[in-house]
């Protein structure tokens, strides 16, 4: 593992920069937008996740003499754009979504601005960390909200990648889980660490009640014994028994395969006949939003979620794009510019957005103003009365703490909560359907000295 | 980013190794299988990919005094485990599938064999770096079986998590892709780096034709130029103008918006009218195996593939599972273990596998024996005529060399391509259908002194 950021990076965007030196247009002022053309089919909000993350790998973009030595030993670029590499720091602004906010197509997420050599570079990387991080979010978000208040805890690691299991964690939490399984996250991210043994512990010893016995011994009766390895019901009697064994009343047990719902009633009433009102159920086989609803009936404490938490439930990619909007011209004015092709539109400017919201504070639309400058847009959005939404995370190359820093994991998750809950019922419904508020485009340059090209 | 893996783990399997502690159990040998129950919905055969990450991340997992700090303030175990953890190395044997094998369901890919301690740990690390690539390898396989021989360029790193992309495309050329866009696996994996320009290049220049010429001049005539900013007839124009004026022919012309098939052919006539007969087309957006299926009959000389393939076309994870199938009893013998749930069967014991062939060559059956021994199960795919699949990787701890080198990457490309090309013509049909092969278990032990329990 490196520690810079620089490589995983798309080469095109290297020999861009090599061209643009060419031309002298490397350092024209620019303005690239990662935004959706769409939300994921049949999704009613995008949930923001991974600005933390965008952040720091801003910050660790830098070419060192390993990956200087790489690109020019494969010939990637020539030496005029290595020793650009060189040198090459962050030095522009970022503004965007804060981390948790729900967005909607055309929602501009991120906006960032600098000379097109020092934009153009970072494509790849903030996509690669949109992309993952805000289908997980969104995922997650559709089982809380599926999971009525019960916890919501991540144990996908398996599932996915190594390393995207630590981001998908942290992602989830922005979504509104409270707990991993995966370690790593627990350090990186501060998240409660959970998880106590699996069927091959049972399997290990020579019987259920000793491997009880000696995760009851080590963890504690207040610990969550696996139940089904052999017969649910046998596996529940004798769960009880030995936490009681040890002087306490057991704390959960966990099913992990059959008829959750079914299971769930009959293991309930069997606690609960033997006095353990105490101890809860959690459950954790294969669960999505939709099995999370449906066992909503059923006496459940607790899901434990993984694949389909960490591939997004169906969508392991938010379809975010990063795209030139705007960039300096040859007289040095800015232009809009938009590609024209009609099966990928784009809408070109810089852009200030806000959520218009109804006299009940209800989300009633998504207004995305384009405009000449952050100011203009801003005043248009307030003109309107709606809430903005865009915050400067990175300023002339400084990051802002605030956004990345160790409260920041936990504010996304409370902007989370605030943002889906100033949504139109309509929006928290999981079934498909159209994004829960519609977009509207303004542009308020569109008149004046801001052409389109 | 860390250089260890060993907090890419479940916190269960370090409460697993408290607990038997406890009951004395953590030094039992064990033998625990990687394998999947199906595959996933459809697909006629799984790729294995991974397999030298997984060699590599085997030596990687040991716990430094990070780790066992982090662990120690979390209270996630308490101080038996961790003067354990403190000196753990992986000190057992792992065998498995050579990697670009197909397999199917019940496929022993990995057998981890050590004491339950030190063994268990290595479950999430291994789980997610084999269902992770193995998901992109067989979507890559896929995609290139569509391609009959087309190259096939991998795109997808803004798609995915940004260390998910470097693994992806490791994967993908298992699965037969011969190239990447993102940089840090050109020089992780000596894979070749390709790339030219996007949309935002065109729209930096004040018009088309300068930010051609500009291209141009960096990258030579035989680059690739996006001709559909604008109109796609006057960009192949400019396009082919531009190279010409640099006293060459044009390498290439990129599509990547609109119907490709129409487009292929009308800007193949448009080239072959120009005199440009040596220019290629190639095409990017959105492919699948489908769309590269149909545009096989189009005019088209190579595919780039992005979202679709680092996500595993519809199927982001393998599915694959890491159990407990045999383990040192009371009284020191080895025993068979497996689950009872109906629902997620499994089957015990330590497994040696074969490929059954026909006269032909071709494969009829995967022959998966229990047995108690490797040897007593070599013999017995030996018997039954079977090309055998399981290779050593680590031994007592170390590592083979040979199938983690610089060389692994092309020879498990190569093992891909004559393990698919042994299979019967119904695998390699992209539409839904049964596994290409039965898989046919066998348990030569099953009468005498390894009994299941």
């Not at 144990?155 to 707990?179: D, I, S």
């Not at 190359?397 to 019922?425: C, F, I, K, N």
């Amino acid at each position: 593992m490196r520690t810079t950021t620089a490589l995983l990076t798309d080469m095109y965007e290297l020999t861009m920069i090599e061209a643009s030196l060419r031309s002298g247009t490397a350092q024209r002022r620019s303005v690239f937008e990662v935004f959706g053309r769409r939300l994921p089919a049949g999704r009613r909000y995008g949930v923001v996740a991974g600005i933390a993350r965008v952040i720091d790998a801003v910050e660790r973009f830098r070419f060192g003499s390993d990956e200087i030595d790489y690109l020019s030993s494969a010939g990637v670029v020539g030496d005029e754009t290595l020793d650009l590499l060189r040198e090459y720091r962050f030095r522009g602004s970022i503004s965007g979504y804060g981390e948790g906010e729900c967005f909607f197509p055309g929602s501009p997420i991120l906006t960032v601005e600098g000379t097109f050599a020092d934009a153009v570079v970072l494509e790849t990387v903030v996509l690669s960390i949109l992309n993952h991080d805000c289908a997980v979010a969104a995922a997650a978000s559709r089982m809380t909200t599926a999971a009525h208040g019960r916890p919501c805890l991540e144990m996908g690691a398996r599932r996915t990648h190594e390393q995207a299991a630590v981001a998908a964690a942290r992602a989830a939490v922005v979504g509104g889980f409270v707990g991993t399984s995966v370690l790593e996250a627990g350090r990186s991210y501060g998240i409660r660490a959970i998880g106590t043994a699996a069927h091959s512990f049972t399997l290990l010893h020579d019987d259920e009640e000793s491997a009880f016995a000696a995760q009851v011994a080590a963890l504690g009766p207040g610990t969550t014994l696996l139940v089904d390895t052999y017969d649910v019901t046998r596996g529940v009697e004798r769960a009880v028994a030995a936490a009681r064994a040890a002087g306490g009343e057991l704390g959960a047990v966990r099913l992990d395969s059959g008829d959750l719902v079914a299971q769930a009633f009959t293991v309930r009433e069997q606690l609960d006949a033997l006095g353990a009102t105490t101890t809860r159920i959690t459950v954790t086989s294969d669960l999505d939003e939709y099995a999370i609803a449906a066992l909503n009936a059923a006496p459940v404490d607790s899901y434990g979620v993984g694949t389909k938490l960490v591939t997004g439930s169906g969508h392991p990619t938010a379809e975010l794009v990063y795209k030139l909007v705007s960039r300096e011209g040859a007289d040095g004015r800015m232009q809009e510019v938009a590609k024209a092709s009609a099966s990928k539109m784009s809408v070109g400017g810089l852009k200030v957005a806000g959520r218009v919201l109804d006299a009940g504070g209800r989300a009633s639309e998504e207004l995305v103003v384009a405009c000449g400058t952050h100011d203009a847009g801003r005043a248009e959005v307030e003109r309107q009365g709606a809430r903005p939404l865009q915050l400067p995370l990175v300023r002339d190359g400084v990051p802002v703490e605030e956004h990345r820093g160790p409260d920041a994991l936990t504010a996304a998750a409370e902007r989370h909560l605030a943002s889906r809950a100033e949504l139109p019922y309509a929006a928290w419904r999981l079934s498909e359907g159209e994004p829960g508020i519609p977009t509207r485009h303004i542009d308020i340059e569109a008149d004046d000295d801001f052409p389109r090209i």
